[in-house]
């Protein structure tokens, strides 16, 4: 039995950030990764993944990440995280996989592979997305013979080279996926309306910029800024810019189920299909807090910033505005991790204080 303060679960951006304030508390802490190796889901992301904000605006609490050649790739990426923990003597332990949290009396079991325990006051749960990606449903779709795959498993167009191949999703990781296949397989992009392209000038630091700005006035009772643009729209990335250029970029509106061997469209024509690219996002991976009774039907948790309502010792941390303002975001998640940390240690203190009076918790 392994017996800490803090059990954090996740080893990637949310948890090292928290992992960073949580050293100025002087708590005792692990972080408890999956992974083989640093960089978290950045680990699986495709070959030609980059992100969509510079350097300086895609850095972690108390260092910056080093200056790329244009936007910081998948590679940067995983190289800056690894020297960010080894950086900070980060206490990381992998590659171990969770499998439950559960409550004993005052404490946390934390249940890992391999019969491995750790015992703590708090838990943080920083696990991200990544291990759970959405696929919706369609009819007939399991008696579809070709490849369906998640972006969560895409690693390079030339897999699908010469195919008929549908990208299916809006967003940027379907702009980017679909700008890089063109060319290379016969390719359709299935979006549920028309997507929507940034100018050219904005991009991961304007939007983050401009929904600071919203938070702010929300916080100070201010009339809220307009949305001029949002995280979902489409950033142009040099290899997005080009495909619109070539007009690569055109979509059409989704197709109503599959056959054995494609798809079936709106006005009941059928495609011969060889692979279907799902870019459809992703739902919080909290399957291991199921012991615990926290999670709603909609596989949430109701949460105060990012404190449990429930269960009061469970933070989670990088999940999305719900656990925090740009919380799944490098240079967002500062915020809701300090925050986070402070609130541990000034909860794990009072505890220790009141058992010390005789006091139960």
Request: charged content about 20%; hydrophobic content about 40%.
């Amino acid at each position: 039995m392994n017996e800490v303060d803090v059990v954090i679960v996740g080893g990637g951006q949310a948890a090292l950030a928290t992992a960073y304030f949580l050293r100025r508390t002087g708590l005792s802490f692990v972080l408890l990764d999956a992974e083989e190796g640093p960089g978290a889901a950045w680990r699986h992301g495709w070959e030609s993944l980059t992100l969509f904000s510079p350097a300086q605006w895609s850095s972690l609490p108390g260092w910056p990440m080093p200056p790329a050649n244009g936007y910081p790739s998948r590679d940067h990426v995983i190289d800056y995280l690894a020297r960010y923990e080894a950086r900070y003597k980060l206490p990381v332990v992998r590659p171990v996989w969770v499998q439950a949290v559960r409550r004993d009396g005052s404490s946390f079991l934390v249940e890992a592979d391999g019969g491995r325990t750790w015992r703590s006051r708090a838990v943080v749960s920083a696990t991200g997305t990544w291990r759970h990606p959405y696929v919706p449903a369609y009819p007939a779709q399991e008696s579809f013979s070709g490849v369906q795959i998640h972006s969560a498993h895409y690693r390079h167009p030339r897999d699908f080279a010469g195919q008929r191949v549908l990208v299916v999703g809006g967003g940027n990781s379907g702009a980017q996926i679909m700008a890089e296949m063109a060319g290379i397989a016969q390719t359709t992009w299935v979006t549920p309306s028309d997507p929507v392209f940034l100018p050219d000038d904005v991009d991961g630091r304007v939007l983050f910029e401009q929904a600071t700005a919203r938070w702010q006035a929300m916080q100070q009772g201010l009339p809220v800024p307009e949305r001029s643009a949002g995280f979902g729209d489409i950033v142009m990335v040099p290899p997005v810019a080009a495909a619109r250029r070539r007009g690569d970029l055109v979509s059409v509106r989704p197709f109503t189920g599959f056959t054995p061997t494609g798809v079936v469209w709106p006005d009941g024509r059928e495609s011969e299909v060889d692979a279907v690219i799902w870019c459809t996002g992703f739902l919080p991976a909290l399957d291991h807090l199921q012991p615990l009774g926290v999670l709603d039907a909609e596989g949430r948790i109701a949460v105060d910033g990012t404190r449990s309502v429930a269960d009061p010792g469970l933070w989670l941390v990088g999940y999305g505005d719900w656990t925090g303002f740009a919380s799944a975001t490098l240079v967002g998640v500062m915020r809701s991790a300090r925050s986070t940390a402070q609130e541990i240690g000034e909860t794990l203190s009072t505890d220790s204080h009141d058992q010390s009076q005789g006091v139960s918790p």
